[in-house]
T-cell receptor
Framework: EADIYQTPRYLVIGTGKKITLECSQT?????MYWYQQDPGMELHLIHY???????EKGDLSSESTVSRIRTEHFPLTLESARPSHTSQYLC?????????????FGPGTRLTVL | KNQVEQSPQSLIILEGKNCTLQ??????????LRWYKQDTGRGPVSLTI?????NTKSNGRYTATLDADTKQSSLHITASQLSDSASYIC?????????????FGRGTQLTVWP
């Protein structure tokens, strides 16, 4: 099982609150990712990082922001949560292995904004 | 447009039976194709990876096939168990960028009944 952790696992908050979703990995991977997944739908990449001090926006526009100050830590922040942000957020990390980067996923954070 | 289509959307089988899940893709240039298993409320876990030159690969009771000419893959599950109940996601990687962009299918939701 991959050593990638996300907290909290479940979060229910009111509109307008600021939240930070935590993601940490102990595998020393340079690349880290945040995905958003709604029920029955595909994963959408919202942020990624090649390494420390590197952050990029993904394919799906998101009002969230990320930071990468340490290799092992890639937190995602929402300054003002809205009901439209209700979703599952999955963090992943990867390192080059042969012909591909296998992405290892955390357990996810299920966010509900009321 | 690069896409990954999976069928069926959902499937119910009895314990001990076999089943086959399908994945068609249009991703180009092709690097590799992975099948992931995602349990409810968890992150996806990689089952198999196949590159262009491979046409079959097994992992226990899971056997994946790839036809790179027709851009089709299948995942065959033998002697299903209750623990096989999960979403099975087909993920295709391209060779178009340093990131190794991933394209996700929406998954097939498999339910195994006793």
């Amino acid at each position: 099982e991959a050593d990638i952790y996300q907290t909290p696992r479940y979060l229910v908050i009111g509109t307008g609150k600021k939240i930070t979703l935590e993601c940490s990995q102990t595998m020393g991977h340079d690349k880290m990712y945040w995905y958003q997944q709604d029920p029955g739908m595909e994963l959408h990449l919202i942020h990624y990082s090649y390494g420390v001090n590197s952050t990029e926006k993904g394919d799906l526009s998101s009002e969230s922001t990320v930071s990468r100050i340490r290799t092992e830590h890639f937190p995602l922040t929402l300054e003002s949560a809205r009901p439209s942000h209700t979703s599952q957020y999955l963090c992943a990390s990867s390192a080059k292995q042969g012909v591909s980067d296998e992405q290892f996923f955390g357990p996810g954070t299920r966010l509900t904004v009321l | 447009k690069n896409q990954v289509e999976q069928s069926p959307q959902s499937l119910i089988i009895l314990e001990g039976k076999n089943c086959t899940l399908q994945c068609n893709y249009t991703v180009s240039p092709f690097s590799n194709l992975r099948w992931y298993k995602q349990d409810t409320g968890r992150g996806p876990v990689s089952l198999t990876i196949m590159t262009f030159s491979e046409n079959t690969k097994s992992n226990g009771r899971y056997t994946a096939t790839l036809d790179a000419d027709t851009k089709q893959s299948s995942l065959h599950i033998t002697a299903s168990q209750l623990s096989d109940s999960a979403s099975y996601i087909c993920v295709v990687s391209d060779r178009g960028s340093t990131l190794g962009r991933l394209y996700f299918g929406r998954g097939t939701q498999l339910t195994v009944w006793p």
